[in-house]
């Protein structure tokens, strides 16, 4: 057996444990599936994601979930106003020991740990929120000058209530450009509904967690990265990422007059990423034009500063980076 023939054994083998992880997921998120995907989207990329949802729709529930079929540690903050940064990260505190003498000893806060799930983000403080920016972006956590790595895979999943939007804090620019994906979540059908209401209000069911394991999902990422990628697709990227950009001469009128500023380099290595992540989750071993065209929405829509009357008109960001891609495609 070449090891070509190897690599294809274990690809099968690992999406098969992946498509069951995807199975118990759709049990517990019921007429989720677009969502579902993409957040899977961006484990497989391993990036973070920004879900947005009313409330009761099962954004907890989907985080939660993850973390138990992968067999990942989990934590939760609870963002609120009066949330410090060592409510995040952790402190160093004094401890007397038994013969009288004292030393600082670092009790770590909830970001230690594989899935994060920062619940209603923008309701925590620009100083809180901040306190995040370095374990997103480079895995590991600086507390009273010393760093500490954090365990791989590590995932931040944050949400917010697109509703209530009182009393919030919006989040900048530099903080939405480290999520990988905006994901939304949205009301379910009536088929839907009615499935929730019979398997959700009556006894609970047997929770049999599948075989995905934390090495699995490492190697999984890593195939991610050694996709093959054709030079016309990377340039369709650029290309779309530059379109973005209001002063781009291949923008079209609607990026124009409704964007103040484009996405960032690292919206377009998203693209890419997600674009193979994507790929694989449907069983194939190069991403396509169609993966892109799928993606761009939720990769750059949220990089996108828009305007008052983009805002006053109720623009969806991510309609506009697909405009941008289709102008990028002709």
């Known amino acids: 057996m070449t090891d070509l023939d ?23 998120l019921i007429g989720q599936r677009e969502a579902l995907d993409q957040v899977l989207v961006a484990l497989l990329a391993d990036g973070h994601v920004l879900l947005e949802g009313a409330p009761g729709l099962g954004k907890t529930t989907l985080v939660h979930g993850l973390a138990q079929g992968l067999g990942l540690s989990f934590g939760r903050i609870q963002c609120t106003p009066d ?24 009790l ?11 619940d209603e983000i923008n309701r925590a403080t620009p100083r809180t929120q901040s ?88 190697r999984l990422q890593e195939l991610v990265r050694q996709m093959p990628v054709s030079d016309a697709l990377r340039s369709l990227i650029a290309s779309a990422t530059l379109a973005t950009h209001p002063s781009n001469p291949k923008a079209p009128p609607e990026v124009r ?24 989750l449907q069983g194939r071993l190069a991403p396509s034009k169609d993966d892109l065209e799928a993606m761009v929405g939720a990769c750059l829509g949220h990089r996108l500063v828009l305007g008052f009357e983009a805002e006053a008109a109720g623009t969806h960001a991510g309609d506009l980076a697909a405009l941008a891609f289709a102008a990028s495609c002709s």
């Not at 940064?85 to 670092?106: C, H, K, N, Y």
């Not at 770590?108 to 920062?118: N, R, Y």
């Open 6 to 28: 190897d690599l294809e054994t274990e690809l099968q083998d690992l999406r098969g444990r992946l498509l069951s992880l995807r199975s118990h997921l759709e049990g517990k």
């Open 83 to 106: 949330l410090m940064p060592g409510d995040v990260l952790g402190a160093r505190i004094l401890q007397t020991e038994e013969d009288g003498s004292r030393r600082f000893e670092f």
């Open 108 to 118: 770590p806060g909830p970001i230690f740990t594989q899935i994060l799930l920062a």
């Open 131 to 218: 306190a995040l920016l370095e374990a997103m972006a480079e895995k590991q956590v600086t507390v009273h000058g010393e760093t500490q790595l954090l365990q791989r895979p590590f995932l931040v999943v944050a949400t917010q209530n697109p509703i209530e939007m009182e009393g919030t804090y919006p989040l900048p620019e530099a903080q939405l450009d480290r999520f990988m994906l905006k994901v939304s979540l949205e009301m379910p059908n009536q088929a839907a509904l009615e499935e929730i209401l019979r398997t959700t209000t009556g006894s609970p069911s047997d929770d049999t967690v599948p075989e995905l394991s934390a090495k699995n999902l490492l």
């Open 257 to 280: 007059a409704l964007v103040r500023h484009g996405a960032s380099p690292r919206g377009a290595q998203s693209l890419l990423l997600s674009a193979k992540a994507r790929a694989l």
